[in-house]
């Protein structure tokens, strides 16, 4: 597996796969071949039908610059090897082209290349969360202890700057009223769920806060603003959500949240090493499924659970979003999009709180839930893995 770097990525939303990967794969292209007259960028498959609410036409354009770029919409055509392909072609003064490359937006913002091949580099020798238990029933440590033996020595460092751009996001979205862009004239709730909040007593403010601080970063996420995938744009609030409240309300420190983002990293990486993370592959369970699980081993650990019940906390928040389909209306990352990060957020100290009254023993474990989920992907017919034309985008 790679690093945990490669989960947590700070840039501008509302897609991880269909803005920030086609962002960098256009910004390469141009990088490659800069003095072309103009570039055309065919879009297939899932990202020309959801490009224009995610926004993808708007960042390939916006990453060549000055120099014009002609996008073609392909809304009946994928390529083989992943639904969200995309074709750059350098053309000279007489429209000729003059090079061209196939680049292929995999899911958390990773591009692969035209052949097929994944660019990485593999860090972590165990890969499974079996054997990582394994190592730490031996070993007596945890699972963020065996990231800091793998990991550069900067990863606290990197860690610290995704959790400060992770508050600011949840602060900027707190403050922010208004309609989100897009069309479907949907209104920011954050503001108002803290405010509503505030009001309550107790388990319902509690739970009014949580709610708020996912739809801050959701919502900041929809509108093109700055946050950190974790581990994609869609399911950004997720994470975030959970740690900030963890820390607002029970004093949980700095270097607490870190060791959680570790461990959070982790089972995302696992998650991405035997499945997808991609909506356009496995579906939403690959998103708001992985984003719950992070969260709910995350919070799992800070309350001091043990390896084994962290096992189970993670594997409850995969398992009970198997199936979630990805059917974003008008291929906007708002509706479903946002509540579920609110929804997942709450599931998470759900799974925490269900795996701390355990022994941390169940029957169905972690990686065999990713295997099912992967499956599950694989079963799922394309119109529910983000074209927008199935489920609610079809019927709303």
Same mark, same amino acid.
């Given at each position: 597996?790679?690093?945990?770097?490669?989960?947590?990525?700070? %840039?501008?939303?509302?897609?991880?796969?269909?803005?920030?990967?086609?962002?960098?794969?256009?910004?390469?292209?141009?990088?490659?071949?800069?003095?072309?007259?103009?570039?055309?960028?065919?879009?297939?498959?899932?990202?020309?039908?959801?490009?224009?609410?995610?926004?993808?036409?708007?960042?390939?354009?916006?990453?060549?610059?000055?120099?014009?770029?002609?996008? $073609?919409?392909?809304?009946?055509?994928? =390529?083989?090897?992943?639904?969200?392909?995309?074709?750059?072609?350098? =053309?000279?003064?007489?429209?000729? &082209?003059?090079?061209?490359?196939?680049?292929?937006?995999?899911?958390?913002?990773?591009?692969?290349?035209?052949?097929?091949?994944?660019?990485?580099?593999?860090?972590?020798?165990?890969?499974?969360?079996?054997?990582?238990?394994?190592?730490?029933?031996?070993?007596?440590?945890?699972?963020?202890?065996?990231?800091?033996?793998?990991?550069?020595?900067?990863?606290?460092?990197?860690?610290?700057? &995704?959790?400060?751009?992770?508050?600011? %996001?949840?602060?900027?979205?707190?403050?922010?009223?208004? $309609?989100?862009?897009? /069309?479907?004239?949907?209104?920011?709730?954050?503001?108002?769920?803290? &405010?509503?909040?505030? /009001?309550?007593?107790?388990?319902?403010?509690?739970?009014?806060? =949580?709610?708020?601080?996912?739809?801050?970063?959701?919502?900041?996420?929809?509108?093109?603003?700055?946050?950190?995938?974790?581990?994609?744009?869609?399911?950004?609030?997720?994470?975030?959500?959970?740690?900030?409240?963890?820390?607002?309300?029970?004093?949980?420190?700095?270097?607490?949240?870190?060791?959680?983002?570790?461990?959070?990293?982790?089972?995302?990486?696992?998650?991405?090493?035997?499945?997808?993370?991609?909506?356009?592959?496995?579906?939403?369970? /690959?998103?708001?499924?992985?984003?719950?699980?992070?969260?709910?081993?995350?919070?799992?650990?800070?309350?001091?659970?043990?390896?084994?019940?962290?096992?189970?906390?993670?594997?409850?928040?995969?398992?009970?979003?198997?199936?979630?389909?990805?059917?974003? $209306?008008?291929?906007?990352?708002?509706?479903?999009?946002?509540?579920?990060?609110?929804?997942?957020?709450?599931?998470? =100290?759900?799974?925490?709180?269900?795996?701390?009254?355990?022994? /941390?023993?169940?029957? &169905?474990?972690?990686?065999?839930? $990713?295997?099912?989920?992967?499956?599950?992907?694989?079963?799922?017919?394309?119109?529910?893995?983000?074209?927008?034309?199935?489920?609610?985008?079809?019927?709303?």
């Amino acid at each position: 597996m790679e690093s945990i770097k490669k989960i947590y990525k700070t %840039g501008y939303g509302p897609s991880s796969s269909h803005t920030m990967g086609p962002f960098h794969a256009a910004a390469q292209f141009k990088k490659q071949f800069p003095n072309a007259e103009s570039y055309r960028t065919t879009l297939y498959g899932s990202l020309a039908l959801t490009g224009k609410g995610h926004l993808t036409d708007q960042a390939i354009i916006k990453a060549f610059g000055k120099t014009p770029c002609e996008i $073609v919409w392909k809304y009946d055509e994928t =390529l083989p090897f992943h639904p969200n392909a995309m074709q750059f072609e350098a =053309l000279d003064d007489a429209r000729q &082209v003059t090079a061209k490359a196939t680049a292929y937006s995999v899911g958390g913002g990773d591009i692969v290349e035209e052949n097929g091949t994944v660019p990485r580099q593999d860090i972590y020798e165990m890969n499974e969360l079996a054997d990582i238990l394994a190592w730490s029933n031996e070993t007596g440590k945890s699972y963020w202890e065996y990231v800091l033996e793998v990991e550069d020595s900067d990863i606290m460092d990197y860690l610290n700057e &995704v959790w400060k751009a992770m508050q600011a %996001g949840i602060r900027r979205g707190l403050e922010t009223e208004g $309609v989100l862009p897009g /069309g479907l004239g949907l209104q920011r709730k954050a503001s108002s769920y803290m &405010v509503k909040g505030e /009001g309550y007593k107790d388990s319902l403010k509690s739970r009014s806060f =949580l709610f708020a601080y996912a739809l801050a970063t959701a919502e900041e996420n929809a509108a093109g603003g700055l946050i950190v995938t974790a581990p994609t744009c869609g399911s950004a609030g997720v994470l975030p959500a959970v740690l900030y409240h963890l820390q607002t309300r029970h004093d949980f420190t700095d270097t607490r949240i870190l060791r959680a983002l570790a461990t959070a990293g982790l089972i995302a990486n696992i998650i991405k090493e035997h499945a997808s993370i991609s909506g356009a592959v496995v579906g939403c369970q /690959g998103e708001i499924g992985s984003a719950c699980a992070m969260a709910s081993a995350a919070a799992c650990q800070m309350f001091g659970g043990s390896a084994a019940q962290i096992e189970y906390a993670a594997e409850m928040g995969l398992e009970h979003h198997l199936g979630l389909t990805c059917d974003p $209306v008008a291929g906007l990352v708002q509706i479903p999009c946002i509540e579920r990060c609110a929804f997942a957020a709450a599931r998470a =100290l759900n799974c925490n709180m269900f795996a701390m009254l355990s022994d /941390g023993k169940h029957r &169905v474990h972690f990686d065999k839930v $990713v295997a099912t989920m992967r499956q599950t992907g694989k079963d799922l017919p394309s119109l529910y893995k983000e074209t927008s034309q199935g489920g609610l985008a079809k019927f709303y």
